[in-house]
């Protein structure tokens, strides 16, 4: 049984939340390691797993564990049980959020305690409800997250990359971009086409918005294990030679005041240019699926789950300005369940 996990305090930092929260545990020997039964978990199916971690991180529980769990595993049962406790991939919305969450650890060897792991997990999803609450998204569902570990400076982090869904169902899912579709190509500047339209929108939104209404869901699918992320970004520069980079020449949108292109630079997008990008954003989805197990090609691919795609505007290394998006898209192994729900945000 999958429990709800009490609200977040209301006082925190989203859409580019870094939580700095020094979780400090013991060093875990060999012998508490074993304890974990590690071969037993990897043997279990994946929802088996999950539902057992969750129960071992309930707190009448830790209490009188001993329990360590290797780094890695840490990592696969944090964001597996995320995405199973908390996301609904099968519903549909007008909006999508997206942002980035960073948790600070002290972790010394190859495991941590499991008091450690259920600290971060509820630091975790404490982040993703302040999400929710600090930004007012209505009938909100978590569409999914990704967890890193990244290593700066020698300090430790778990980099957490979510998206949302909320809002209602557009009626013009599989239509094209139209007239109406001048959009400024990010940070929420809305339209360009002389109209005074839609807070918080741009290129970027709709675009991104489009391409996960469209994505296919495997039949009978439940949930998410083991989401990666694959980015693509356009190339360093233009080539003086090159065809103009302003206008559809680059995978994903690209223009600079480099000369000679600098004549038609411009960060206002036409209906052309959105299907265009749109266009190149489905394709790249599919050209670029990874592997469930890069050792056993047999198994197949991993399906697409979601995109971030981010604007992105700086000088070059000769001074000359850059705006461009950068694209995350996010797979994973798709599972069925007998028993999985929604979780009701």
């Not at 997250?145 to 557009?170: N, R």
């Not at 296919?216 to 080539?239: C, F, K, Q, W």
């Not at 292109?261 to 959105?274: G, K, R, V, Y």
Request: charged share 15%; hydrophobic share 40%.
């Amino acid at each position: 049984m999958k429990k709800a996990i009490p609200n977040a305090p209301n006082n925190l930092r989203t859409r580019a939340l870094y939580l700095l929260i020094i979780l400090l545990g013991s060093a875990c020997s060999k012998a508490d390691l074993y304890e974990v039964h590690r071969q037993d978990l990897i043997l279990q199916d994946p929802e088996t797993r999950i539902i057992e971690f969750l129960s071992m991180i309930q707190e009448d529980h830790l209490q009188k564990s001993s329990t360590c769990l290797e780094v890695e595993e840490c990592l696969w049962l944090m964001e597996s049980s995320l995405t199973y406790s908390l996301a609904d991939p099968l519903r549909e919305s007008a909006d999508i959020f997206s942002g980035k969450s960073r948790l600070e650890i002290s972790a010394t060897g190859p495991s941590l305690p499991l008091q450690t792991v259920a600290l971060m997990y509820q630091a975790l999803s404490d982040t993703l409800f302040a999400v929710v609450s600090k930004n007012g998204l209505q009938d909100a569902f978590l569409e999914f997250v990704d967890l890193k570990w990244v290593t700066e400076d020698g300090q430790v982090f778990v980099t957490m990359d979510y998206a949302f869904g909320h809002g209602g169902i557009p009626s013009y899912l599989s239509s094209s971009f139209g007239p109406q579709d001048w959009w400024w190509y990010g940070m929420g500047m809305g339209r360009c086409n002389g109209m005074v339209c839609c807070q918080g929108k741009d290129a970027t939104t709709e675009i991104m918005r489009k391409a996960m209404l469209n994505l296919s869901t495997p039949l009978g699918h439940a949930y998410y294990t083991d989401i990666e992320a694959v980015i693509v970004r356009n190339p360093n520069g233009p080539y003086s030679s090159s065809i103009d980079p302003n206008y559809c020449f680059y995978p994903i949108f690209y223009n600079t005041t480099h000369p000679p292109f600098d004549s038609t630079f411009h960060t206002c997008l036409s209906p052309q240019e959105m299907n265009f990008h749109y266009t190149q954003i489905q394709s790249l989805i599919t050209q670029n699926r990874p592997l469930a197990d890069p050792l056993d090609p047999s198994l197949g691919f991993k399906q697409p789950v979601g995109i971030a795609l981010l604007p992105s505007e700086y000088y070059d290394a000769h001074g000359y300005y850059v705006v461009e998006h950068i694209l995350f898209m996010f797979y994973g192994i798709s599972h069925t369940s007998a028993t999985w729900t929604p979780y009701a945000w």
